[in-house]
């Protein structure tokens, strides 16, 4: 086995990974690739990878997006942690994982955040009006102005590259209103993945046309998000519009502990 940097054109050789897991984020992956090949590490057995991570830098930190392994060679996360947190170097690192994984990144002293969910509209029917006059609202037209301004409250940090740019996807729908906006795409065939969706203080009214939108645009597929399990508030708007508990998820850090204002944040 080879375990080190990800290689090019490596999409074919990612194929058993694509068959194990229907949620995968392969465009995300590419994306970040091209961004940060420095970041993108992978182990590879008989020619096919059986693992494979992938992080984003920041100003102030460094966002594990991609981390996933073969059920056969769960062991390789041990080394693929290993490899990405060296090369790493002084940097916070942040992550976000499935609970039953957690212990491989507590054994190189990451520590927990905070609980997230994953949750899955699976596209049953939501009565709901979304008029011309909603579809106006939520267009997208101060999507910059706004992003930039809340996600610097929200993350305190600079990503404006990543959302006005290195986030975005040719099948990228993005939807704003005055004090929120949303961001979602298409991670495969079936499925839509809503990232990154961030809100100002008591504007509940606004998050439910969001929510609305993105159904209304990208109801005929199934939508996933991941949000902080001790909001009830967003907790309950997404069940509202009959989004159901998916799995199980903790955001940990190594370094700093991040100050992020999860009140406002309705999907990572």
Not at 54 to 83: E, G, P, Q, W
Not at 86 to 105: P, R, T
Not at 126 to 136: D, E, L
Request: charged content about 25%; aromatic content about 14%.
């Amino acid at each position: 086995m080879f375990v080190g940097y990800l290689r090019n054109d490596f999409e074919e050789e990612l194929s058993s990974i694509l068959e194990s897991d229907t949620l995968f984020d392969l465009e995300l992956l590419k994306q970040t690739y091209e961004i940060f090949p420095q970041y993108c590490f992978a182990a590879y057995e008989d020619g096919k990878i059986v693992g494979v991570v992938s992080a984003y830098a920041f100003s102030k930190h460094v966002f594990i997006n991609v981390i996933k392994a073969l059920d056969t060679h769960k062991d390789v996360l041990t080394r693929l942690i290993k490899l990405l947190v060296q090369n790493v170097s002084s940097m916070n690192i942040y992550v976000l994982i499935e609970d039953k994984l957690a212990s491989y990144f507590t054994a190189f002293n990451f520590q927990e955040h905070s609980k997230f969910l994953r949750y899955l509209h699976s596209g049953e029917a939501v009565a709901f009006n979304f008029s011309n006059s909603t579809a106006k609202q939520v267009s997208g037209e101060n999507y910059d102005d706004i992003s930039r301004k809340i996600d610097r409250e929200v993350f305190l940090d600079d990503r404006e590259e990543y959302i006005k740019k290195d986030c975005v996807f040719t099948n990228s729908l993005k939807l704003s209103t005055t004090s929120g906006f949303m961001h979602s795409y298409v991670v495969n065939k079936r499925y839509i993945k809503i990232s990154p969706w961030l809100m100002q203080n008591e504007s509940y009214l606004d998050a439910e046309k969001l929510l609305r939108g993105v159904l209304y645009y990208r109801g005929l597929k199934k939508i996933f998000a991941f949000i902080p399990k001790d909001i009830k508030e967003i907790s309950e708007l997404y069940e509202s519009y009959k989004f159901k508990k998916d799995g199980n998820f903790s955001l940990l850090y190594l370094g700093e502990k991040p100050e992020l204002k999860l009140e406002n944040l309705y999907a990572l």
